[in-house]
């Protein structure tokens, strides 16, 4: 089964795009004229140059808001477009669900013709989330296991820059740091389960960490230990933009 088509069902409501991230996104792809988005999802992000989406999931596809562009039921590792056929390729939070990222990373700089550009996250970072690291130690396990080293991915891309995604406090996009000053957001089942490292974590795991994380918050045991946080408008949690350039 495509992952997406287990976990994806509330990304209607969970994952809306954040206009700052937004932002960054289409700074990056801003001199391109055609963009191919890859693991392309529900459109989030994708700019109105957006010429072709690709994206596994039927129930992903059947999400896509009217006037998206065109979307392709494919994999990133066999993309059904021609050489060179854009000017770029963007795949956000999404190679860590390739089953061979080699491939499909060669795929983007198949089909286009000047830059890939790949949001992912730097597991040397967001391993310390408080989230991860108090309260869900198998989810934190299965973070692991999804990601894709930054170092692999700049290698894979024949060189890449990387820019630092910050996380607002307030984002609108419901990924696994989004709610990094919102604590009890995680607590939401329909929130859980559109990030996956939280749907794919064990029932038992994951309820026990949960039960300790609600107990702390009503104590006020999180906000004492996380004080810092409370008044910081953003959070470096790893999220890392790659720009790659060639051709």
Do not use: K
């Not at 770029?88 to 939070?93: D, I, R, S, V």
């Not at 989810?139 to 024949?158: F, K, T, Y």
């Amino acid at each position: 089964m495509v992952a997406y088509d287990r976990i994806g069902a509330t990304y209607c409501s969970t994952r809306r795009p954040d206009p700052r991230i937004a932002s960054q996104v289409h700074a990056a792809l801003t001199a391109m004229d055609t963009v191919v988005n890859v693991g392309a999802g529900t459109g989030s992000y994708e700019p109105a140059q957006t010429v072709v989406a690709v994206e596994p999931s039927m129930v992903m596809i059947a999400q896509r808001p009217a006037g998206s562009a065109p979307c392709v039921q494919a994999l990133a590792e066999a993309l059904p477009l021609r050489d060179r056929c854009v000017d770029a390729a963007m795949a956000l939070l999404t190679v860590h669900h390739w089953s061979d990222v080699a491939a499909g990373i060669q795929q983007l700089r198949r089909v286009a013709r000047r830059r890939v550009v790949v949001l992912t996250w730097d597991q040397s970072v967001i391993q310390n989330f408080w989230l991860l690291r108090e309260y869900l130690p198998d989810a934190a396990r299965i973070n692991e296991e999804l990601h894709v080293p930054i170092a692999r991915l700049v290698e894979l891309l024949g060189g890449a820059h990387v820019q630092s995604v910050p996380v607002p406090h307030d984002c609108t996009d419901g990924f696994g740091a989004a709610y990094w000053r919102r604590p009890h957001a995680y607590l939401d089942p329909t929130v859980r389960a559109g990030i996956s490292m939280l749907a794919y974590a064990q029932p038992a795991s994951l309820a026990a960490g949960l039960d300790r994380l609600a107990a702390d918050l009503r104590s006020g045991q999180w906000q004492h230990r996380h004080s810092e946080l409370l008044d910081q408008q953003e959070l470096d949690a790893g999220y890392r933009l790659l720009v790659s350039d060639y051709g």
